[in-house]
């Protein structure tokens, strides 16, 4: 009875864990693809991809999951740049991009 309990415990933080990421992902798509927007560059594929995972203090020194998404860019149709977004929880604490040429048309 004691073993049954554990794994469903353990299924359900998991499920809870897969869903919170989820979540995490979407806020994280949304803000490159309005950052993306804001520069007037295209970004490729609708899509990020998770990369790295690990414990990080926010700024009130509590203990959350930091999360690094990469995607990519392109900035005159013809060439693709990488990029990372950074979340910190829930917030998004940072998007890099790589440099890149703009279309002077």
Not at 9 to 36: D, F, M, N, P, R
Not at 66 to 82: A, C, H, I, M, V
């Amino acid at each position: 009875m004691l073993n049954e309990l554990i794994l469903i415990t353990l299924l359900l933080a998991a499920c809870l864990y897969w869903l919170s990421g989820q979540q995490v992902k979407e806020i994280a798509l949304k803000a490159v693809k309005s950052q993306c927007s804001n520069l007037d560059v295209q970004m490729l594929d609708e899509y990020v991809a998770l990369t790295g995972i690990r414990l990080a203090r926010d700024q009130r020194g509590k203990i959350r999951l930091q999360r690094l998404f990469s995607f990519e860019f392109s900035s005159t149709g013809n060439d693709r740049y990488n990029g990372v977004c950074m979340m910190l929880g829930r917030q998004v604490e940072s998007i890099r991009m790589e440099p890149h040429r703009f279309d002077e048309s």
